[in-house]
């Protein structure tokens, strides 16, 4: 298991720039994939992006694409967020998670087992 925390959420306007991370604990944390969700008011926790456990295959969804980047350091245990043109829909609380599956990376919430508390993120015009 480990425990994750997430930070750098905050109120930003339209087209800004908004960087996540999210900090784990534990030695084995490169044994994880690694994701983010978000949950919109009134709306279901949906996938945002995954990335493997080198780090070397990202996943993102379409929503997201060419705007988002997921990344991961192994060596400090981190998981990064970056995102860039930020529209009114995307804000929402958003989570890290990480999972032990045996594939490359997830892209459900079924597929990982420790999550975070999440930090919101509002975009306002």
């Known amino acids: 298991q480990v425990q994750l925390v997430e930070s750098g959420g905050g109120l930003v306007q339209i087209g800004d720039s908004l960087r996540l991370s999210c900090a784990a604990s534990?030695?084995?944390?490169?044994?994880?994939?690694a994701g983010w969700f978000r949950q919109a008011p009134g709306k279901e926790r949906e996938f945002v992006a995954a990335?493997?456990?080198?780090?070397?295959?990202?996943y993102s969804a379409d929503s997201v694409k060419g705007r988002f980047t997921i990344s991961r350091d192994n060596a400090k245990n981190m998981v990064y967020l970056q995102m860039n043109i930020l529209k009114l829909e995307d804000t929402a609380v958003y989570y890290c998670?990480?999972?032990?599956?045996?594939?490359?990376?997830?892209?459900?919430?079924?597929?990982?087992?420790?999550w975070g508390q999440g930090t919101q993120v509002t975009v306002s015009s």
């Open positions: 534990g030695r084995t944390f490169r044994n994880y994939v």
């Open positions: 998670a990480a999972g032990t599956m045996r594939g490359v990376a997830g892209l459900t919430e079924e597929d990982y087992d420790n």
């Open positions: 990335i493997s456990r080198s780090g070397s295959t990202t």
